[in-house]
């Protein structure tokens, strides 16, 4: 099966396709990744809450929620963000802006601030 997309000046060779949809695909691999979507199986699985996953992928970025270690904070209203994309989003939905290398500064900024606040002993 040959697909030609509007941006590749080549077509692209793809082999394998989904009998379920028809989607194709260059690695048998990937095929067989694609088919757990139509299967509901998920054969990755998080040993902290138990939570399964398609692709191994997905679950390592979970694992990372676990971890606590990144925290995207909205400069608008101070909603809390895990992944940065999430904040992005909240900031275009909810805020009406996109985020530019000007906000990203800003949520940076900001984050770093809080960082300071939330390690500086309060004062009477």
Do not use: W
């Not at 099966?1 to 690695?27: N, Q």
């Not at 998920?42 to 902290?48: A, T």
């Amino acid at each position: 099966v040959f697909v030609v997309r509007s941006s590749a000046i080549m077509p692209v060779y793809r082999p394998f396709e989904c009998e379920i949809c028809g989607r194709t695909f260059i690695a048998n691999e990937t095929l067989i990744s694609h088919r757990r979507t139509h299967s509901g199986t998920k054969p990755f699985s998080c040993s902290l809450c138990g939570k399964g996953f398609t692709r191994r992928h997905q679950l390592k970025e979970h694992g990372k929620l676990h971890l606590h270690t990144a925290e995207y904070r909205c400069p608008e209203c101070g909603q809390k963000y895990r992944k940065q994309g999430a904040l992005h989003n909240h900031l275009r939905k909810r805020h009406g802006q996109m985020v530019t290398a000007e906000t990203e500064e800003v949520v940076m900024d900001t984050q770093e601030q809080q960082s300071d606040d939330e390690d500086s002993p309060d004062l009477p």
